[in-house]
């Protein structure tokens, strides 16, 4: 089955401790996709890759960092510099830059 | 920069009705995408419909149209027989170029619940 895998579902940390969180793609698209979502709200994007060994900052992209090392990883670091880490984060593949984005299960990270 | 404005922070239907989501966005782009996606209770996003701004025609998708009024910047969800599955987020969301590539911009979302 192809699709977007990111694990682990939820995810617990301390203060000030960096956190990874993996997203794997096997749609084989060359475009990928960090979002941010707090309750209530809509998605803000964070980082996104257009092809592989490149990435761009999004809109909110204080606090955070991506590699883009292989076609089918996008993981993301969240940094003890991001201010309010606790929220909900979805990573997305499109076959290209601005086609339709597929999303993955998202992963709900918490900080104690 | 980019806004979209969903007007509706919720909405109930009786099942089996049609039901209306509304979508504005503000864009000077002469190219853009309009996109609608489902998220429900699970928290994964559904992609649903699309809709292109040089597209004459609006975009269907089984029991999802989108009513697509470029003049007034509006792009509404109908959904046509709603289902209890149908409860769920609505997001609407628009694409824009920048900087060489292509970015979306969300809504904050409508949630839809379906009344039996």
């Known amino acids: 089955d192809g699709g977007i895998t990111q694990s682990p579902k939820y995810l617990f940390r301390k203060e000030g401790q960096n956190v990874t969180l993996s997203c794997e793609q096997n749609?084989?698209?060359?475009?990928m996709y960090w979002y941010r979502q707090d309750p209530g709200q809509g998605l803000r994007l964070i980082y996104y890759?257009?092809?592989?060994?490149?990435?761009q900052k999004g809109d909110i992209a204080e606090g955070y960092s991506v590699s883009r090392e292989k076609k089918e990883s996008f993981p993301l670091t969240v940094t003890s510099a991001q201010k309010n880490p606790t929220a909900f984060y979805l990573c997305?593949?499109?076959?290209?830059?601005?086609?339709?984005?597929?999303f993955g299960p998202g992963t709900r990270l918490t900080v104690l | 920069a980019q806004k979209i404005t969903q007007t509706q922070p919720g909405m109930f239907v009786q099942e089996k009705e049609a039901v209306t989501l509304d979508c504005t966005y503000d864009?000077?782009?002469?190219?853009?995408?309009l996109f609608w996606y489902k998220q429900p209770s699970s928290g994964e996003m559904i992609f649903l419909i699309y809709?292109?701004?040089?597209?004459?025609q609006n975009a269907t998708e089984g029991r999802y149209s989108l009513n697509f009024q470029k003049a007034r910047k509006s792009a509404n969800l109908v959904i046509s027989a709603s289902q209890l599955g149908d409860s769920a987020m609505y997001f609407c969301?628009?694409?824009?170029?920048?900087?060489?590539?292509?970015?979306?911009?969300f809504g904050k979302g409508t949630k839809l619940s379906v009344i039996p």
């Open positions: 997305a593949s499109s076959i290209v830059s601005g086609a339709e984005q597929f």
């Open positions: 749609l084989n698209h060359d475009a």
């Open positions: 890759s257009q092809i592989v060994n490149d990435f």
């Open positions: 864009t000077s782009d002469q190219s853009y995408g």
């Open positions: 809709q292109g701004s040089y597209d004459e």
């Open positions: 969301a628009e694409r824009h170029s920048g900087a060489g590539s292509y970015q979306l911009t």
